[in-house]
């Protein structure tokens, strides 16, 4: 287990000892952001005092991650749905493939005919502007 971390941080002016077992960094960005709420709500009405801020920051603290969680829910489900889509879409693509293939070589095989008919054709032209033999 990591050893647990002691971090000062200063929240609406005064410094506050946290400890947690996340890194100083981590802690500092977390008491900055509590921080920046809690003036938000203090600017918003300067008579508040500091355990009424302080519920009211938690409160709108509580909001954002109540709306970040129902973001990430909706782009959770948003995921499964895209990857639904891409397997259909895939499957797809593998049927118009393989009819792709089919019609490329029934293509292939009407050209092959079509040739073969042009060399008849062709004979038969030749033969028929041929001169041919006078019988009596």
Do not use: C, W
Not at 9 to 22: D, P
Not at 93 to 109: G, T
């Amino acid at each position: 287990m990591p050893e647990k971390t002691r971090v000062d941080v200063l929240i609406a002016g005064k410094t506050y000892t946290i400890s947690g077992y996340e890194s100083d960094v981590y802690i500092q960005r977390v008491g900055l952001y509590v921080d920046r709420k809690m003036n938000e709500v203090l600017k918003s009405n300067n008579t508040l005092s500091t355990s009424i801020a302080a519920v009211l920051t938690a409160l709108n603290v509580a909001d954002d991650y109540y709306k970040a969680h129902e973001n990430e829910l909706m782009f959770k489900k948003e995921i499964v749905t895209s990857k639904l889509e891409i397997e259909r879409l895939l499957e797809e693509n593998s049927v118009l493939e393989d009819r792709n293939r089919e019609l490329i070589e029934k293509n292939n095989n009407i050209l092959i005919e079509i040739a073969k008919r042009e060399a008849e054709l062709a004979e038969i032209r030749s033969n028929l502007s041929a001169p041919r033999e006078k019988r009596y």
